[in-house]
């Protein structure tokens, strides 16, 4: 297959223009994913709340490849990792760190600036759906707890800043992931990703058979399979799917079944969790897990769909090509503004079934503008938007 590419002004790096598509994808699914939040996390009660709650898990179970195409354009695009892996962790970690502690510093500090503009608690619900009690005192202390916070954990308020984490811990495995798959042959990576096939099912082995496996125990929390688990494997998938060419046959016919069975376990493995009565913040999120079996069935067919899609319109291109730029950006402030459009959508009587998509339309465009404003002001900007 022809890799289609483009030269951006400018820049030293050529584009693969399927992976724009699928950065694109996974930038708008996760954004559309934060708006199912005030679905799937209803502060307060409703009239029609079963059918808030039932579009919630439609739209949340067929977003969940989001994030996992986000690490499998990474291992796509750096493995193996090329060059001194000093310059590596200084020009990869730093784009994201700076952005990172600065918007979680402001995300952090919303609630108490509220206070001050004289807005009342109610509000924080309306941006954030999982705030608690404490946040609701809008208290400059709480606000200064949670900034403390910052080197060790992601704050009630920044709640998507969890994947910042787990992108530097990444970049800092990429290195001497890279050695070995480098030298690696194509059979010793496809056993790499069986083994790690067979730890996608764990989290449901923890829950519904026994919490020890292979080792494990009360201590001792790493076990046979550890060092394959978690997502270096999407590393390794996207880097291995980049060169594995499909015909537009094979790329429906597989895929197709293999999104409908992952989404068919998804959605209905979440409906029976929430209708427990006393389901736990981990039952709630298992069939939602990432790392596990039916996502990566939802996932791989997304990929492999948009290695297909071919754009001819030169718009088109470099506008995928500034979401390169801008799309880091987006992920930091996007938040702000996914809570506001769903009670736009809300308010001007869109329908319940369309609300979260269109919702995420608003969000994603407001937040992309902005980005991109804040991008002409030069070289300052990557500090603050990456």
């Not at 952005?99 to 954030?128: A, E, H, K, M, Q």
Request: aromatic fraction near 18%; hydrophobic fraction near 50%.
């Amino acid at each position: 297959m022809k890799t289609s590419t483009i030269e951006l002004p400018n820049q030293k790096n050529r584009h693969i223009v399927w992976l724009d598509v699928v950065r694109f994808i996974a930038m708008f699914t996760v954004v559309c994913c934060h708006c199912a939040d005030p679905f799937n996390f209803y502060p307060g009660t409703a009239p029609n709340i079963g059918e808030i709650k039932l579009w919630g898990a439609i739209y949340g179970s067929v977003l969940r490849p989001c994030v996992p195409l986000f690490v499998m354009i990474t291992g796509a695009l750096l493995l193996p990792v090329r060059g001194d892996t000093s310059a590596f962790y200084k020009k990869r970690i730093t784009r994201v760190l700076y952005p990172f502690l600065i918007w979680s510093v402001i995300y952090n500090l919303f609630p108490w600036i509220t206070g001050l503009l004289g807005f009342t608690p109610r509000i924080i619900l309306d941006f954030f759906p999982y705030a608690g009690e404490e946040v609701m005192r809008q208290s400059f202390s709480v606000a200064v707890k949670y900034i403390l916070n910052i080197p060790f954990n992601f704050s009630i308020l920044a709640v998507h800043m969890w994947y910042i984490y787990l992108l530097i811990g990444l970049y800092l495995y990429l290195p001497i992931f890279s050695a070995w798959v480098e030298k690696a042959s194509e059979r010793a990576k496809q056993m790499f990703l069986l083994a790690w096939g067979v730890t996608l099912l764990l989290p449901y082995y923890y829950q519904f058979v026994d919490g020890y496996l292979w080792g494990t125990c009360s201590w001792n929390s790493f076990g046979m399979l550890y060092a394959f688990a978690g997502f270096n494997g999407y590393l390794l998938l996207g880097h291995y799917l980049k060169n594995l060419d499909w015909s537009m046959k094979k790329t429906l016919a597989t895929g197709i079944p293999m999104f409908v069975v992952g989404y068919v376990v998804t959605f209905f493995g979440f409906r029976h969790m929430t209708a427990l009565p006393d389901y736990t913040d981990e039952m709630l999120e298992l069939f939602f897990t990432y790392c596990s079996l039916n996502v990566v069935m939802m996932t791989i067919p997304v990929f492999m769909l948009a290695k297909k899609v071919n754009i001819r319109s030169e718009r088109i291109r470099k506008a995928l090509a500034n979401l390169t730029v801008c799309g880091f950006g987006v992920y930091m402030i996007h938040y702000f503004f996914t809570g506001p459009a769903v009670m736009l959508t809300r308010a001007i009587g869109i329908p319940i079934p369309l609300q979260i998509p269109v919702a995420a339309v608003m969000a994603f465009a407001v937040s992309w503008l902005i980005v991109n404003l804040v991008h002409r002001i030069g070289k300052p900007a990557k500090y603050i938007m990456g």
